[in-house]
Structures are given as C-alpha cells and as structure tokens.
C-alpha cells in the first residue's frame, strides 16, 4: 500500500473534531458577528463530519469573505461578487463536493446581484451565507443596497437616500427559489439550526443572517438583542426549531415553509 | 419585528445540475444509439 492510500484510509475512519476545521486566527474585530458565524459553521462541520477534502468555501471580497482563509477545507477567495459563478462551476464539475458561498450584502446584493438572480433560478445544491451589516465594512463606511434609508456613512454623509432592499423578498421572488430563510448571528443556537437546515436542503439555500459591525454599525440590531420580543421566530418541523429558544423568543409563528403565499400576507416588514 | 426562520423550503424544486445531467451509456449503448440514428438516413 502506497503512502497517499495510506493516509486516504486513516482520513476515512477519522473523527473530526472543531480543531480539525480550525485554519488561520480570525482578522475580524473583536465583536464582529463574523466570528459568531465561523463558530456555528465549524459546529456543523463537526456535526455532519463533512471531509475536509471534499468540502470547499467560496466567497468574494468583503470582510465576510475571508471566510475561507479561517476553515480547514479547500477554499476560493474569488472576487467581489463572483463567488456564485465560481461555486457553480465548481459543483457543475465536481458534484461530489460539498460547497458553501459566503457573501456579504454589498458582494451578494449590489456588484453580485445578477449571479445571485441566477444563482437562485438554477437551484444547484449549494449552501450560501449572505452575512448581511447593513454596509461595506471592509472599504470602510460606504452606503450598501441593504443600508436602512437615513444612515450616515463615507458614500452618503446625510444619510442613506432610499430605502434598502429587503434580500429574503427578493429572493422569495425568484423563479425555482427553494430554501429561504434568515437567521441573526446574536443568537447561536438559531443560527445553528438555521445553517443545519440550509444545508440538510438538497438545492440552492439562501440564508439571510443578520449582524452587527462593531465599527460602523453596531447599534443597527440592538433593540432585537435587547428585546427579545421584536424578534418573532417562524417555527415548523420542515423549518427550524429550537426548543431551548422558547423562554426567550416567546413570539413565535408556526409557518409552513411550503406555503410561499403566507409571507406576503404578513404585516410589514415581512422579514 | 425581525422574523427568523425559514420562510421558504421545497425540495421538489428542479435543479440545474439534474436537468442538465447526461446518463452515462456503455460504449455498446453509444455505438447501437449512433447506427440508429445513421440507419435514419440509410438509403
């Protein structure tokens, strides 16, 4: 037996545990909700024992996407906006490998708005994070599409002009969407069961999660985290439950997540 | 009110990598699909 099948026998039987996933030290600020993220991420890595070499992260360019650099897997740092066109390639010629898409709003939203369209109607199996702060951290304070409507920043010193896009409309919006759903990175144990699910979907998965910029905006989801009830959980065995929640989050919705009509019925804001 | 979950979910949905897939065929299987379509235009 030569070495590399060696070594490919012992990967087979290994058991990986969260170190395993673990890559470089993390370059985000102290209190970014990337770092909430990466976390819930690697826990699902460990939980479905994903192989690390047949598991890849692609992402574009935003602080969101140095994603790759921190996960013990195969990564692509592509460019901004052109994480979705790479993921697809990738799964359209590897379909054995697992593959996750990190964006942030402005990459997804704005300059990769197109593809994530696309993206989307094409339906391949790929698990996609849009980490959403409300602004573009990384070039340092500028308006992004999902910037709420009178927020200041380097682009808009009066305040944001319109008012922002809302992601999980617009992809309920899309021809063939088939998993949309959003979660906060203030509460792990939702996120955690949001990216399970995500990516326990056989198809394109679109999660929303919500987050904090300590820098430029840090008060943008403060009255969610301190009020727990302006927070209303959507509940169903087909989508995410988390008992341990049920204390906290007492506002809760049972919505069937085959019902794509009840959304729009909602008062707004709908998401 | 910020909703969390999953707003959406259905499996059934067609994917792209499904629709576009080719089967894969013996070379038997290529070579008696390929006669067929020449014996088409056999005169």
């Not at chain 1, 921190?70 to 901004?80: A, D, E, L, N, Q």
């Not at chain 1, 919006?173 to 959003?182: H, L, W």
């Amino acid at each position: 037996m030569s070495c590399s099948l060696l070594y490919a026998a012992m990967d087979d039987d290994a058991v990986y545990a969260m170190g395993d996933y673990e890559a470089a030290m993390p370059r985000w600020c102290p209190g970014c909700g990337d770092h909430g993220v990466l976390s819930s991420m690697q826990r699902l890595l460990v939980a479905e024992q994903l192989q690390r070499e047949q598991t890849v992260f692609v992402s574009g360019i935003g602080c969101s996407s140095r994603f790759p650099h921190y996960v013990k897997t195969y990564g692509f740092h592509g460019i901004h906006g052109r994480a979705l066109p790479i993921a697809t390639g990738i799964k359209l010629h590897r379909p054995e490998l697992t593959v996750f898409v990190v964006m942030g709003d402005g990459d997804c939203t704005s300059i990769g708005a197109a593809h994530w369209l696309h993206a989307t109607r094409y339906n391949m199996d790929l698990t996609v994070l849009m980490l959403d702060n409300n602004i573009y951290g990384l070039t340092k304070n500028q308006t992004s599409p999902t910037t709420p409507q009178g927020t200041s920043s380097n682009t808009h010193p009066q305040g944001a002009l319109l008012p922002p896009l809302n992601p999980i409309e617009a992809t309920l919006g899309i021809t063939n969407a088939s998993f949309v759903a959003q979660t906060a990175e203030w509460i792990p144990g939702h996120l955690y069961a949001t990216l399970r699910a995500a990516y326990q979907h056989k198809g394109f998965s679109f999660v929303r999660i919500l987050q904090r910029c300590p820098v430029y905006t840090p008060g943008i989801f403060q009255l969610a985290v301190r009020q727990p009830d302006t927070v209303e959980l959507l509940v169903h065995d087909d989508g995410v439950v988390v008992p341990e929640l049920d204390r906290t989050y007492t506002k809760q919705l049972r919505h069937d997540p085959l019902d794509m009509d009840a959304p729009g019925a909602w008062p707004s804001p709908r998401t | 009110v910020i909703r969390l979950g999953v707003f959406y979910r259905n499996p059934q949905r067609p994917r792209y990598e499904e629709t576009v897939l080719v089967p894969r065929r013996s070379t038997e299987e290529k070579i008696a699909l390929l006669n067929q379509e020449l014996d088409r235009y056999a005169v």
